[in-house]
Antibody, heavy 120, light 110 residues
Framework: QVHLQESGPAQLKSSETLSLTCRVS??????????WGWVRQAPGRGLEYIASISYAGKTYYSPSLKSRVSISVDASKSQFSLRLASVTAADAAVYFC????????????WGQGALVTVSS | QSVLTQPPSVSAAPGQNVAISCSGGNSNIGTNDVSWYQQLPGTAPKLLIS???KRPSGIPDRFSGSKSGASATLAVTGLQTGDEADYYC???????????FGGGTKLTVL
């Protein structure tokens, strides 16, 4: 059974950089069949795609966040990470990591989510 | 504003059927397969339907999906109180090179 677990600081101040890591277990991260990505959900709002990465390091980014986002993978540790620079209150959300089919049309498995708050 | 358009809410009585629509364009639904996700209150989304109409293992056949042109539909038959949740459609947008979602539909079982 695939398991994804997010970790990282829960509270940030405006202008700081958000850093989250997703640990993958129950499957190999070394597969060309999948990508590994991040989706966020602001309080009371819908799902927003952030970025995704293959085990080999090929990346895709949301056009609206691309200038502030970086995604990376450490396949040897079976984990991938997200960095979002210059956060504001608008970045406060639950951040989910997910396993995606390589076509990006299916998010097959999701982590439980990590709540991130931003104070001024 | 979401790339894919869903009704904000739908409701029906237990035992009845509902349909949730998801409208997009040529660069997303018109070209790529659609998935649907169920998000129960306070939990992470869960894959409900993939490839327009395929149910992962463990998903009841009361849930079904279809796609026509640039629109997709999730149908739920024999509603149960446990089906109360938010439902999202999603796919890949070939022009944006990004995953896109609908704004979500809140299903209320009266």
């Amino acid at each position: 059974q695939v398991h994804l677990q997010e970790s990282g600081p829960a509270q940030l101040k405006s202008s700081e950089t958000l850093s989250l890591t997703c640990r993958v277990s129950g499957t190999s991260i070394y597969s060309s069949n999948y990508y590994w990505g991040w989706v966020r959900q602001a309080p009371g709002r819908g799902l927003e795609y952030i970025a995704s990465i293959s085990y080999a390091g090929k990346t895709y980014y949301s056009p609206s966040l691309k200038s502030r986002v970086s995604i990376s993978v450490d396949a040897s540790k079976s984990q991938f990470s997200l960095r979002l620079a210059s956060v504001t209150a608008a970045d406060a959300a639950v951040y989910f990591c997910a396993r995606l089919r390589y076509t990006h049309t299916v998010l097959m498995d999701w982590g439980q989510g990590a709540l991130v708050t931003v104070s001024s | 504003q979401s790339v894919l358009t869903q009704p904000p809410s739908v409701s029906a009585a237990p035992g009845q059927n509902v349909a949730i629509s998801c409208s997009g364009g040529n660069s997303n639904i018109g070209t790529n397969d659609v998935s649907w996700y169920q998000q129960l209150p306070g939990t992470a989304p869960k894959l409900l339907i993939s490839d327009n109409n395929k149910r992962p293992s463990g998903i009841p056949d009361r849930f079904s999906g279809s796609k026509s042109g640039a629109s997709a539909t999730l149908a739920v038959t024999g509603l149960q109180t446990g089906d109360e949740a938010d439902y999202y459609c999603g796919t890949w947008d070939s022009s944006l090179s990004a995953v896109v979602f609908g704004g979500g539909t809140k299903l209320t079982v009266l």
